[in-house]
C-alpha cells in the first residue's frame, strides 16, 4: 500500500511488516533534497530522526538548519523496496511535493528540445 502523508499525526502509527518512507527537506541540501529510509517501528524511528539521532543526513540537515517531513509512505514493506527506491535516484518523481514540479520542468525541457531541434532541420 502506498500512502500519502497528510499530517505529523501519521508518524504515530506503528506499520507491522515494517514500512519505507520518503523525507521531503523543505530545501536542498546540496544535491540532497529527499531522504528514503526503512523502519520496522517508525514512530521509534521518527523520534530519532527528530533528536538529530538517526541518519547523518539528516542530522546535517537540521544543523544546517532545513526543515523537513515524511511525505510518503510504502507499508508493508522490507529493506529491500528501499533499496530499490534509492537504485531509481529520482526522489522527485516520487515525492508528492516535488512531483507535479518536476513533471512541469521535465515537459518544459522536452518542449525546449524539440524546438531546438526543428530549429536545426529548418537551419541544414
Known sequence: MDKI?????????????GCV????FDKPYGHAS????????????MK???EGRGSNLLKVIQNAGI???VVRIWEPASPKVEAEIKRYHNS?????????RYAR????NLK?????????RTSS
Open 67 to 69: 526543515g523537513w517531513k
Open 92 to 100: 522527485k518523481a516520487l515525492c508528492p511535493i516535488c512531483a507535479p
Open 34 to 45: 529527499h531522504y528514503c529510509g526503512w523502519s520496522s517501528n517508525f514512530p521509534a524511528r
Open 5 to 17: 502523508i497528510t499530517s505529523v499525526s501519521d508518524e504515530t502509527i506503528v506499520y507491522p511488516g
Open 48 to 50: 530519532r530522526h527528530r
Open 112 to 120: 525546449e528540445k524539440r524546438r531546438l531541434l526543428r530549429l536545426e
Open 21 to 24: 518512507y520518503l523525507i521531503h
Open 105 to 108: 520542468e521535465k515537459a518544459e
